[in-house]
């Protein structure tokens, strides 16, 4: 269970966790310090918000720190403060509103970091000025701390946070924050195996979302649809929900990336190894982190291998042969392997063993069992001298006129990984 803690302490309970799963100790120290650093001069201020005489330096040191923080990170450009908090910072003035929206973006990094305890930290401080916050911007804060409480197995906790968001919502007539508990709700369902109910929530917060025109919600809303749907395996559905959600992205390069990965899955999930392949390679092109590189590299290495390219395939082996297993990455590395040699298994059964190995030794290592287990069953089949029958590409499925359309698109568009491999 996951409980606001003072930053210290919190901080405390973060490297615990962090020192267990992360290899690069230098890198994990060094970003540890500086959330520590900002959640303690956010402690002091909010303590002693009501005191203008004490609270300018405190003011000056937090927007420092902030900055350290949001220009170090990888992506923070999404995440750095808006024009409206720039403003205040330079004129000196950084009020409530302000102050939450900064916090709330660092607070945002450190979670995405893993720092699951001074993420909660931080926002849960918030309270202490939640006097001067308008009804939007409280929702905002108890929805993101909802949802590290989710990260951090609490979903209890996390569906007691939503709860007051979706209350909230409904006193303040904010459908902003009735559409983020609405999705809240459509995760926390999905995570317990009730697909109905999730649908039945993601449906809700997509049409609030769309009638408000809030961009960032109806990706995530059509991007629950589509989990739900390609789970039935209505893929008709799930492609549609995906195009939607692709179109929602407003052309933030990281969510496109992401919702092209998720295409170019169900492209290859369908038997369309060809659109697959060009999804992957976009995805690629517009990703700049290894949490979408990786996967999109082990997609497009068993859509290539479905279509006899040789020159892609190795292409993609020798950018993983580069991958480093860090921390949350260990899981996405081993996974990537396992499509590697998925891949070379119906091309090079000899290179596919030398690769499974590899990704066998990082799920043993991790304790990542399911991996261990399908790598574990791979190499069995290797060894009988058989070709998985998961190496070649699915089944072709139907999914109808629209998903066809959807499908042709995809297959036009050009990445890294096919002007790397041509000629």
Known sequence: ?????PPLAAYRKDVAHLDSVQASAAQLDDNLTR?????????TLTTTWNHPGDVSALRA????????ILSTNPGASTLHPAAD????????????????????????????????????????????IEGELPALEIGRMLAQRARTARKADAADIAELLYKRVAKLGRVSAEPELIARAAIGFGVLAQMRGNLPAAARHFKKASRVATRGSYADLIWLAEHGQMVIAARRGAFADALRHGWAAFAATNGDRESESEMLLNLAQ???DTGHPRAALHGFAAALERGTGTRLRLPALGGAARAAAALGRRDVLHWCADQLDEATPVGSFAYLTASALLDLSLA??????????????RALGLAERFGFHELAHHLT??????????????????????VGAQGEEILQYIEQLEGELLTATAG
């Open 266 to 268: 169900l492209a290859f």
């Open 85 to 128: 908090v720039e403003s205040a910072a330079t004129q000196g003035s950084l009020g409530a509103i302000e102050l939450a929206q900064l916090t709330r973006r660092v607070a945002d990094v450190a979670e995405k970091g893993g720092a699951l305890w001074l993420a909660t930290s931080m926002l849960s401080t918030l309270e202490r």
């Open 344 to 357: 070379f298994a119906s091309i090079e059964p000899a290179r596919a063993q030398i690769v499974s190995e």
């Open 377 to 398: 069953t791979l190499q069995a089949d290797l060894e009988r001298r058989m070709t998985p029958a998961k190496c070649a590409a699915p089944t072709l499925v139907a």
């Open 35 to 43: 959330w520590l650093a900002f959640a303690s001069i956010l402690e």
């Open 61 to 68: 040191q937090l927007l420092t720190a902030s900055e350290t």
């Open 1 to 5: 269970m996951i409980i606001p803690l």
